[in-house]
């Protein structure tokens, strides 16, 4: 059965709304702290260590990026969790608190689509965490030209460019899982729990338990596809994907992701960096991995958000 | 009904095995009130939501000025005004800026916006508390604006929930005013209760709803005849005369007398017969002190009506 009228009335006023709470939400007061917070602390522990290693590196504006001194981790690992962190804070209590308040009948009885309601929080959501992320990058990058006194290259840029869409998009996916379960769940406490608790799982317990599984289901004796199954499991989780992504862009010396075999290494130069553009498609499936998760993830929220009764 | 607003044919909600709305037919014709009446859990809210499109139909068919919900919901409900049963609003947000985002919702253009909002506002009598938050309104002023945004909206036909649910009997008689008050502006009202005066004191037509069924429809006064086989009661006191309960029994379309106290007479009747009473009293040569006219309330109609249905439903 067709249904008439289009799904994107009313998408831009709901997302304009849901921007506007957001930016004046506590929330967001605390994601800022977070943003300068993390920026001062991975850029200082950074660039101390970055001062003491070799200047002759070719890219060492992205090590600024990557490198980490004890005890602080690196500004990549930084975000690993906190991107994540912060698209669940966004996300979830995206729908339920609608259920809680007592307001989504209300705002459905208006002429939009559930389309639009559920489409413009995720939109806004994603562009509070766009704007989040790109003022910590700039913090970063403007820091560390003050600090190392070293103007970064032009393919450097374009490397460490990438590296923030890439950013925006795994937070996506942590955002469409929260969203997924605002959904699911009517307490928002439960969706927040049970979301951290499965971002934990997948970031923290899954890339350690994967090759577990892999011994356990290989027969003994075949080490290459013991290596291939742990990691083909361990890719299950957006958070070994993004690893893997930021490993492929920003160490441009970094050839491949899965293992070497001795027949691909005929002719190559080690430790010399790749071009931008195969970095890019090292890192490719990993991109391509991350985008398709959060549309999974979003879809199966859609899914669930038509079905699900409106009343209170 | 040719004018109606609102029809619906044998419409069917199923959960599974069990049916929460079962084969129910009614019209709302033009600028009429028309309520939904019975026990929680009869089926009501499904239908309204059924109405606007927010709940998938099982079977049957619902019209909307000749829109089919299902299929055209954004016609249907950008025509339909709908207050929730207790309504929620945004607590953060002010109650004009609550009603900006839905008027942005309904698409009204900017300029005309403030001026629809304060219009509406002041309707309601909320003009003085247009800039507070939300948060601190009451009940009765969250669904004053609910009203609020109907009016807001223009909506042709407004569905009200459960209206006066939790309100303070102040607060309850002021929200059925305005409800008069959106009649006599032409809009239709479809409104949901269980609080019987209430409703008996707004509503043109009634449906009685049981276990997903419409169990009578009509005015109160057909819903009396109905159930409880009487329509009007008038009520006549008299000094002197003679025969007065006599006379009284004799006009056509009385069905009984009763004298409870001496002077006083209750005749059971199939239509008003005041004018009737009076002449009669004074052709006895009866001094007519006192005319009353008693309509069955919806009350006595309602526990009657369930009564009835429990007794069938033992004996079955």
């Not at chain 2, 619902?62 to 709908?82: C, I, N, S, T, W």
């Not at chain 2, 604006?145 to 006066?164: F, N, Q």
Request: charge should be neutral; aromatic fraction near 8%; proline fraction near 4%.
């Amino acid at each position: 059965m067709r249904r008439s009228g289009s799904p994107w009335q009313g998408l831009g006023v709901v997302t304009l709304k849901e921007l506007s709470d957001h930016l004046v939400s506590a929330r967001m007061r605390v994601l800022e702290w977070l943003v300068v917070l993390v920026a001062l602390a991975a850029v200082y522990g950074a660039i101390r260590q970055v001062r003491d290693i070799t200047a002759e590196d070719p890219f060492l504006f992205l090590r600024v990026f990557t490198t980490a001194r004890e005890p602080m981790p690196s500004f990549v690992a930084f975000l690993g969790f906190l991107a994540p962190l912060m698209a669940i804070g966004l996300g979830f209590d995206a729908v339920n608190s609608e259920h809680n308040r007592r307001t989504l009948s209300r705002i459905l009885s208006q002429p939009i689509y559930r389309d639009a309601l559920l489409l413009g929080k995720f939109l806004a959501g994603l562009a509070i965490l766009a704007i989040s992320l790109t003022a910590l990058w700039l913090l970063v990058i403007g820091l560390a030209l003050i600090m190392l006194g070293v103007p970064p290259g032009g393919e450097e840029m374009a490397r460490a460019f990438i590296f923030l869409a890439v950013t925006i998009a795994y937070a996506g996916v942590w955002l469409a899982l929260a969203m997924l379960f605002s959904v699911v769940f009517r307490s928002p406490a439960t969706a927040a729990l049970v979301t951290l608790g499965l971002w934990l799982f997948l970031s923290v317990i899954w890339p350690a338990l994967a090759p577990a599984i892999a011994e356990a289901v290989v027969p003994a004796g075949h080490q290459a596809a013991l290596i291939v199954t742990a990691q083909m499991l361990a890719r299950l989780s957006p958070a070994t994907l993004f690893g893997e992504t930021v490993m492929a862009l920003l160490h441009p010396t970094t050839r491949t992701l899965g293992p070497v075999y001795l027949s691909q290494l005929e002719g190559a130069v080690m430790g010399s960096p790749l071009p931008l553009w195969d970095s890019l498609m090292v890192a490719w499936p990993q991109i391509v991995g991350m985008i398709a998760a959060s549309i999974l993830l979003f879809v199966g929220a859609y899914v669930g958000f038509q079905r699900q009764e409106v009343r209170a | 009904m040719s004018n109606a607003v609102i029809e619906v044919k044998d419409l069917t909600k199923r959960y599974g095995a069990t049916v929460a709305v079962d084969g129910v037919s009614f019209s709302v014709g033009q600028g009429e009130i028309f309520g939904l009446l019975g026990p929680n859990g009869a089926g009501k809210t499904t239908t309204i939501l059924m109405l606007l499109g927010l709940c998938d139909v099982s079977d049957g068919e619902a019209r909307v000025f000749g829109h089919d919900p299902m299929r055209e919901p954004l016609e249907v409900k950008r025509q339909v005004g709908y207050l929730p049963d207790s309504v929620g609003f945004y607590d953060n947000l002010t109650a004009s800026d609550n009603l900006h985002y839905t008027a942005r919702l309904m698409g009204i253009g900017a300029a005309e916006r403030t001026q629809r909002i304060a219009t509406s506002l002041a309707r309601v009598g909320l003009e003085k508390v247009a800039n507070r938050k939300v948060a601190t309104f009451s009940r009765g002023m969250r669904q004053r604006l609910g009203l609020a945004e109907i009016v807001m909206k223009e909506a042709r036909v407004a569905i009200l929930d459960e209206p006066t649910n939790g309100l303070d009997p102040q607060a309850s008689l002021e929200l059925l005013d305005l409800i008069r008050s959106l009649k006599a502006s032409g809009v239709s009202v479809l409104l949901s209760s269980h609080l019987l005066d209430r409703v008996q004191s707004v509503c043109d037509r009634i449906a009685l709803f049981n276990a997903g069924k419409i169990a009578l429809i009509g005015t109160v006064g057909e819903l009396g005849r109905q159930v409880l086989g009487v329509g009007y009661a008038v009520e006549v006191e008299a000094d002197g005369g003679t025969d007065i309960a006599k006379r009284l029994a004799a006009l056509s379309g009385v069905r009984g007398v009763e004298t409870p106290v001496p002077g006083r007479f209750r005749m059971i009747c199939d239509r008003d017969l005041r004018a009737e009473a009076a002449a009669a009293v004074v052709a006895a040569g009866g001094r007519l002190k006192q005319l009353s006219l008693d309509q069955p309330s919806l009350e006595t109609i309602y526990t009657r009506y369930f009564q009835s249905a429990q007794e069938a439903r033992h004996a079955a």
